[in-house]
């Protein structure tokens, strides 16, 4: 399986790729050329990222090593070894490199110096994690339900929710949106909550129905739950999107804070993604399709398939032009989506 993408944010130009083959690319995303292979691992590449300015790449294994190398130099400056992997981001304005691991630390590097700071969350796994546009602070989520937003600075927290506040189960995914005054969190309970991030109260709550078994439990067997498997917020609305492990992608009104479109897919929703400057969401499924929808009027407006197993991770250009997908078929895709209307 390919498990992660991500595009070369200064030019779009650039893929890194990373897969259960302990590897990870740098390639061309115009023809595919191999720039330089990301090697050394020792487990499953699972997160791959540029920099905010693509001077460098990062790579880490589930088992948490993680490699930072010089894209234009093709060679390693910096790697570090933590506990097991769960997510790794970089900061939006500087060389600054975040990861949370199963040990529910989250750790901050400056690169290529590797100056250090952890943050200490619960003693659970710190399951995901996104560094809030002013990159002052970071929103973490964590296996017991909880979620708090960190000082980065002062390495402190400035904020936790828990309890009520917080979620019954792991989180699953957390966003924010383009100014950072909201952050959106979602969770295998199948809530997603929505937060205002300067005081870290609840905002509102948007709840699906959990899945009910077809049939009766058998012992040894979960309910199935309808986990919050991936969402976003919509930069030139006021909406966001919050997409379903039963394949619902939800589309709700922030301005009403209610459900304003159902969107049904055949099978599991993976992730999502808003267009950069348009009301068009994208999801990829694990029916391997990748599908564009109209926010706005909630229908489909075209479909994309290739892959002949789900889809893992898939990543968006500037100016939506092309989507790369990675997938259990162990190959990463490149499909054109230019639409006649732009």
Known sequence: SVFCVSLDPKTNTLAVTGGEDDKAFVWRVSDGELLFECSGHKDSVTCAGFSHDSVFVA???????????????????????????????????????????????????KIPSGDCKTFQGPACPATCGRILPDGKRAVVGYEDGTMRIWDLKQGTS???????????????????????????????????????????????????????????????????????????????????????????????????????????????????????????????????????????SGKMISEYRGHSAEILDFAVNKDASIVVTTSGDHQAKVFCVQRPDR
């Open 59 to 109: 790579t880490g294994d589930m088992s948490g090593l993680i490699k930072v190398w010089r894209v234009d130099a093709k060679e390693e400056v910096w790697s570090f070894e933590v506990g097991d992997l769960e997510w790794m981001e970089w900061h939006p304005q500087a060389h600054v490199l975040l990861a949370g691991t199963a040990d529910g630390n989250t750790w901050m590097w």
């Open 158 to 296: 400035l904020h936790v929710l828990k309890g009520q506040d917080g979620h019954q189960d792991p989180l699953t995914c957390v966003a924010s949106n383009q100014d950072g005054s909201l952050i959106m969190t979602g969770s295998v309970d199948c809530h997603a909550k929505l937060i205002n991030s300067a005081t870290g109260k609840v905002v509102c709550v948007f709840k699906m129905e959990s899945v009910t078994p077809k049939a009766p439990i058998s012992e040894g067997e979960e309910a199935e739950s309808n986990s919050v498997e991936s969402l976003g917020f919509c930069n030139v609305m006021p909406l966001a999107a919050v997409g379903y492990l039963d394949g619902t992608l939800a589309i709700y009104d922030l301005s009403t804070q209610s459900l304003r479109h159902k969107c049904q897919h055949e099978s599991g929703i993976v992730q999502l993604l808003w267009e950069e400057s348009s009301a068009v969401v994208y999801t990829c499924s694990l029916d391997g399709a990748v599908r564009l929808w109209d926010a706005r």
